[in-house]
């Protein structure tokens, strides 16, 4: 699961890195969160996790309340989350996470981008048996951290995995455990950096070069757009 995560992790970062919409991604990503459970983030834990994630990318505090209130307005934008799944270049398997305001328009602009790649859009709930949905939460170790001691701890809680990469740390577990980890996190000081409900193929499929280089460029096209919040594959 490591691997396939890092991969993905590190090539989406890649492109974010690039985009000039990540901000306006984030702040939908508050604002449907607000709307959903309110504006408080210390009773709205999704609206929590999702201001967590905007600071993780350094996005500015203003920005940030101007979201929550953007949820408070009564012409505000009404967005609703949707979910889609295709087959991409050579196979490939595609699940699109969005927030829309226009889900005509948004399935529309997905199903284009499959087919102008030569895929096609499958119906919702055909790859559900091909991803695990997980938990996950990054965080810098402190100076007295202890791996086996917080594994021990966290076991309780739904954890299923615990790995260091790049100098951090990545707690995995079943998505219906993220409230009980987060919550078992906080109540050891741990400051998560990044929280975030991620899918896992469950049977990576190694492409060559060249294949990916196609696969790519059809992510590429369904980030950029202001609809689509993430993108996972089954990509090794």
Same mark, same amino acid.
């Given at each position: 699961?490591?691997?396939?995560?890092? *991969?993905?992790?590190?090539?989406?970062?890649?492109?974010?890195? &690039?985009?000039?919409?990540?901000?306006?991604?984030?702040?939908?990503?508050?604002?449907?969160?607000?709307?959903?459970?309110?504006?408080?983030?210390?009773?709205?834990?999704?609206?929590?996790?999702?201001?967590?994630?905007? &600071?993780?990318?350094?996005?500015? &505090?203003? $920005?940030?309340?101007?979201?929550?209130?953007?949820?408070?307005?009564?012409?505000?934008? $009404?967005?609703?989350?949707?979910?889609?799944?295709?087959? %991409?270049?050579?196979?490939?398997?595609?699940?699109?996470?969005?927030?829309?305001? $226009?889900?005509?328009?948004?399935?529309?602009?997905?199903?284009?981008?499959? $087919?102008?790649?030569?895929?096609?859009?499958?119906?919702?709930?055909?790859?559900?048996?091909?991803?695990?949905?997980?938990?996950?939460?990054?965080?810098?170790?402190?100076?007295?951290?202890?791996?086996?001691?917080?594994?021990? /701890?966290?076991?309780?809680?739904?954890?299923?995995?615990?790995?260091?990469?790049? #100098?951090?740390?990545?707690? *995995?577990?079943?998505?219906?455990?993220? %409230?009980?980890?987060?919550?078992?996190? /906080?109540?050891?000081?741990?400051?998560?950096?990044?929280?975030?409900?991620?899918?896992?193929?469950?049977?990576?499929?190694?492409?060559? #070069?060249?294949?990916?280089?196609?696969?790519?460029?059809?992510?590429?096209?369904?980030?950029?757009?202001?609809?689509?919040?993430?993108?996972?594959?089954?990509? #090794?």
């Amino acid at each position: 699961m490591g691997r396939a995560f890092e *991969y993905r992790r590190a090539a989406k970062e890649k492109r974010w890195d &690039k985009m000039s919409k990540i901000f306006p991604k984030l702040a939908r990503s508050i604002t449907v969160a607000a709307k959903e459970g309110g504006t408080d983030p210390d009773m709205n834990a999704k609206l929590r996790t999702a201001i967590q994630n905007a &600071k993780a990318q350094n996005m500015p &505090k203003d $920005n940030i309340e101007a979201a929550i209130k953007r949820a408070e307005g009564k012409d505000s934008d $009404n967005y609703v989350e949707v979910l889609y799944e295709g087959k %991409g270049p050579h196979g490939v398997l595609v699940v699109v996470e969005c927030a829309t305001d $226009n889900s005509t328009r948004t399935v529309a602009n997905v199903k284009s981008y499959f $087919n102008k790649a030569g895929g096609s859009l499958v119906p919702t709930g055909s790859l559900d048996f091909m991803f695990n949905r997980k938990a996950v939460f990054e965080f810098i170790p402190p100076d007295d951290f202890d791996q086996e001691e917080l594994e021990l /701890e966290l076991i309780d809680a739904g954890l299923e995995e615990i790995e260091e990469n790049d #100098e951090k740390i990545y707690i *995995y577990g079943d998505y219906t455990n993220f %409230g009980s980890l987060s919550q078992a996190l /906080e109540e050891r000081g741990i400051e998560v950096e990044r929280s975030t409900l991620q899918r896992f193929p469950t049977t990576p499929v190694e492409f060559s #070069e060249e294949q990916l280089e196609e696969i790519e460029k059809m992510l590429d096209k369904l980030e950029d757009d202001d609809d689509v919040q993430a993108v996972y594959t089954n990509i #090794e």
